[in-house]
Nanobody
């Protein structure tokens, strides 16, 4: 069974950085675009960033542009989200997802992890 496992979340202060990781197993990782989504309490899940199979294309939400960087290592079946200059509004559960297109719509992603919590205190 295909599996995605996120790690790296935690409690940080405004302005700090975090690096989230997502380990993929039991899927041909290099054939999938990967993305990060997040969901804050009481809000809908929203797109954060996506990266194509070969890393040639990346997409970011406006809220992430310039502060977050998505990357992947196909040799290790890993995708990362480097988050800098964190703000309290970045507080959310962060989920990685695998799909066939590098798009912003969550409906296009087939496999999902269980999430890792990021809390940014003011």
């Amino acid at each position: 069974q295909e599996r995605l496992v996120e790690s790296g979340g935690g409690l940080v202060q405004t302005g700090d950085s975090l690096r989230l990781s997502c380990a993929a197993s039991r899927l041909t990782f290099s054939e999938y675009a990967m993305a990060w989504f997040r969901q804050a309490p009481g809000k809908e899940r929203e797109f954060v960033a996506a990266i194509s199979k070969t890393s040639s294309t990346t997409r970011y939400a406006d809220s992430a542009e310039g502060r977050f960087t998505i990357s992947r290592d196909n040799a290790k079946n890993m995708v990362y989200l480097q988050m800098n200059s964190l703000k309290p509004e970045d507080t959310a559960g962060y989920y990685c997802a695998a799909g066939f297109l590098t798009v912003t719509s969550e409906r296009s992603y087939r496999y999902w992890g269980q999430g890792t919590q990021v809390t940014v205190s003011s």
